[in-house]
């Protein structure tokens, strides 16, 4: 048994060579720019460029499905499925630049994430946190409305490099990060459905006609 089965994850060190990263790290600066001056001067009224109101991490820039991440994805996906010995369906990935101040709530993903990757692209130092028991914290029904509650372990403190990856379990692992001290932190998240998984083949791209479609275009649940 590998390591991602044993414990629902796994780190990879230097898994993207950090010069690779550097130039994404860059990439996605500059588009956070861009985006900004978009917005700002009512340019855009979609969210093809990138936004800022990142649900998850309030005042970060965030996007969906760049051609660069998506491409970045791609290239990376054989490397993943060697490391945790399963043939993957790419469904799609997701850049953020984190912001002084954010803090990410403990959660599990949507099934889109089943398998998934963060990638360390540069700046400041920001640990992530992950619960390997996959038995803790959850959504609980409540009346009608789905709750999230947490599983209120300590879990693993994981501090990555520029270049280092953490393969986890999205959907059954609980993952967090406790409040950013630092300026800026760039990751870049791939996400994947396992192929002998009989729903996966249908969520392809996470249901897009392929890679590098904007969200806004498809007809999208998260």
């Known amino acids: 048994m ?3 089965d044993k414990n629902n994850y796994d780190i990879i060190k230097n898994a993207v060579d950090p010069t ?3 130039f994404v790290y860059t990439y996605l600066k500059n588009k956070s720019k861009v985006s900004k001056w978009l917005w700002d001067n009512n340019k855009v009224s979609t969210d093809d460029w990138g936004f800022f109101q990142d649900e998850q ?5 965030a996007v969906y499905g760049d051609m660069l991440t998506e ?5 990376c996906t054989k490397f993943v499925e060697k490391k945790i010995n399963k043939k993957l369906v790419p469904n799609y ?3 953020r630049l984190y912001i002084k101040g954010n803090i990410l709530e403990r959660h599990k993903d949507r099934f889109s994430c089943e398998i998934s990757t963060t990638l360390n692209l540069g700046g400041d130092e920001w640990a ?5 028991n996959t038995m803790l914290g959850g959504y609980k029904q409540e009346g009608n409305a789905l709750i999230y509650r947490d599983g209120g372990s300590k879990g693993v403190k994981v501090l990555l490099k520029p270049g280092d990856m953490m393969i986890y379990k999205g959907n059954l692992c609980e ?3 406790e409040k950013f001290t630092g300026n800026l932190c760039g990751q870049v998240f791939f996400h994947y459905n396992d192929k002998n998984n009989k729903a996966a083949k249908d969520n392809k791209y996470d249901g897009r006609p392929m890679l590098g479609i904007p969200r806004v275009y498809c007809d999208l649940l998260d």
């Open 128 to 132: 992530i946190y992950i619960e390997p």
């Open 2 to 4: 590998n390591k991602f």
């Open 20 to 22: 690779i990263c550097e």
């Open 175 to 177: 993952h967090w990060r």
């Open 57 to 61: 991490a309030e005042g970060a820039f």
């Open 71 to 75: 491409t970045l994805l791609q290239s």
């Open 93 to 95: 990935s997701y850049a």
